[in-house]
């Protein structure tokens, strides 16, 4: 019965499939029976699941997304290269994995105060050797017979040429905070970031003299510094170059305190001071042009003797490990990373990395 | 001898059961017991960010089950500059250093900033306006001394059992922490 009854209904759709066919020819669309319609639902549902791979969509939400609170800094992370007035020279790994200053030696060698001593360096960055202190030092300096002075937090360790300790001088404060070291033929001078000034020695450690410490009635307008990077260096001229770094600008004091001048803006393009407080690290080249090293947006730049912007010696792009926010936290230091330099008799500069624990050499451009 | 027999007494499918049922009454005590002694220490835990991991990824913001995020920026005054230009207050490149909304950063305006004395200004974060996204808290730590930071706060936070931030967290900075210390602050050396 059943097989007669199908028969039948074929028979009857058949007897109705002439004028669907007909219609077909004609290009109307073709009737949906149930498993045609299943195919075609799955076949989309896999086209949409492919689609929402393809695009992502399927990937955690959060993680994919754009943040729409960037802080966008991009525009500054990349040098316009008609600003580059030094070329890479070359680099080299620092054998200390916290290094903090770099200087270089009247006999041309590198001596950088690190987290294990001071480690003294040929220019290609063989170590020489390691003067140990017993704790990190934070700052150095080498005077013209070779005698070496260490900053250790609070005070100054002295060894001599081959790296003896020699004397150890007291704190000069109780506050006192040392990151940065110069000395000049007659006076060292301490840069004494927790008591805000630097401090003038003789070279048996007796202090002398305050410089940069709030004066109104000498016209000094006091040091601000939001983080421990004050720096000092004493020119040929016998000035001393202390960098304000809360103030974005570089102060220029006689061996006595008095303000000469000061020079630098804050600003996030290239020619100002970036940030909060910068800049964080200072070299000096023979004929009293100025280098200057910035955190944040980790660069180094040429300015003339009275400040007017000359160029750029490495921008940001040079240092990726550096310029990543917060990466350098060192909560025993107080240091957010950044940068230092120092210049050799060439007048190329040798940048320390203080993130990537390395120095990157740059060389004046068309010098051969 | 033969009534010491090498194998040992059958076991009836009674004797079996009753068996079964004191070794399931003794667990199920020791269970109770457990679970009342665990309860009794109060040990509880509660979700917050470790400042160090934080990336400043944004998601804070946006990934709350609440409407305003639990998550606000907290402000370790011990670390910070006090800044006349605060790169957690102001824009990249402000026109100025005055509070005009052109120049601040924060998209809530949820940062007072108030004049200490010259060339110090004090920065306080309003949590009614702060919701978390991080902006402050990049500038901060990328230029500054990273005083501005990330914290869950527990009078808001309904304490998820699965975080919706923390799955999406990009530094995986999310933690559980006991409830008797539910925050991790930054501190000074």
């Known amino acids: 019965m059943s097989t007669q009854d199908h028969s039948k209904n074929r028979t009857e759709c058949g007897s109705d499939a002439a004028p669907q066919k007909e219609a077909l020819s004609q290009g109307a669309p073709a009737p949906l029976n149930r498993r045609r319609f299943l195919v075609q639902g799955t076949h989309g549902v896999g086209f949409l699941a492919l689609g929402s791979l393809v695009s992502g969509g399927w990937t955690t939400p959060g993680n994919a997304a754009v943040n729409r609170f960037a802080y966008d800094v991009e525009r500054f992370s990349t040098t316009d290269p008609k600003f580059l007035v030094y070329d890479r020279a070359g680099g080299f790994p620092i054998p200390d994995p916290a290094p903090r200053r770099i200087v270089f030696s009247k006999e041309g060698q590198l001596y950088v105060a690190g987290k294990r001593g001071v480690s003294v360096l040929d220019r290609s960055g063989g170590l020489i050797r390691l003067i140990e202190a017993g704790a990190p030092v934070r700052c150095v300096a080498v005077d013209g017979n070779g005698q070496v002075y260490a900053g250790v937090r609070d005070h100054v360790e002295v060894f001599d040429p081959a790296g003896r300790r020699v004397r150890r001088w007291e704190a000069p404060s109780k506050k006192a905070w040392l990151t940065g070291l110069a000395v000049s033929k007659a006076d060292v001078f301490l840069a004494d970031s927790g008591s805000r000034l630097i401090w003038r020695c003789d070279l048996e450690g007796k202090i002398i003299g305050k410089i940069g410490e709030k004066n109104p009635e000498r016209n000094v307008p006091g040091l601000i510094l939001p983080s421990p990077y004050l720096d000092v260096k004493v020119g040929g001229d016998g000035l001393l170059r202390v960098n304000n770094s809360g103030r974005h600008r570089i102060e220029v004091y006689t061996a006595d305190g008095d303000l000469e001048l000061f020079w630098g803006k804050p600003s996030a393009a290239i020619e100002g001071f970036c940030g909060c407080c910068n800049p964080v690290g200072l070299a000096l080249l023979a004929d009293g042009r100025h280098i200057t090293c910035e955190k944040g947006l980790p660069r180094v730049k040429r300015y003339a003797a009275d400040g007017t912007f000359e160029g750029v010696v490495a921008g940001p792009e040079s240092f990726p490990k550096n310029a990543q926010a917060g990466k350098a936290r060192d909560s025993e230091d107080g240091t957010m990373g950044g940068l230092d330099a120092a210049v050799d008799a060439r007048g190329w500069v040798y940048v320390l990395d203080l993130v990537a624990a390395e120095v990157q050499v740059y060389q004046p451009k068309g010098a051969v | ?189």
Not at chain 2, 29 to 40: F, K
Not at chain 2, 106 to 114: D, F, G, K, N, V
Not at chain 2, 117 to 140: F, R
């Open chain 2, 1 to 189: 001898m033969n009534s010491s027999s090498p194998h040992p007494p059958s076991v009836s499918r009674r004797q079996f059961l009753r068996d079964g049922a004191r070794v399931a009454a003794v667990a199920g005590l020791g269970g109770l017991v457990g679970l009342a002694a665990s309860r009794s220490t109060g040990k509880e835990w509660v979700w917050q960010i470790d400042p160090d991991k934080c990336v400043r990824c944004g998601n804070c913001a946006t990934h709350c089950v609440l409407e305003q995020s639990a998550v606000k920026c907290v402000h370790a005054y011990a670390l910070c500059g006090y800044c006349q230009l605060c790169t957690g207050y102001f824009e990249p490149e402000p026109n100025a250093l005055n509070t005009g909304a052109e120049n601040c950063l924060c998209p809530t305006a949820a940062i007072q900033r108030t004049f200490v004395e010259d060339p110090y200004y004090e920065y306080t974060i309003d949590e009614n306006l702060c919701i978390g996204c991080a902006k402050c808290v990049e500038g901060c730590t990328r230029f500054g001394n990273g005083s501005l930071f990330l914290q869950v706060r527990h009078d808001r936070c309904v304490n998820c059992n699965e975080c919706a931030i923390s799955k999406v967290c990009a530094g995986d900075a999310f933690q559980r922490v006991p409830a008797d210390q539910p925050y991790l602050l930054k501190t000074t050396h």
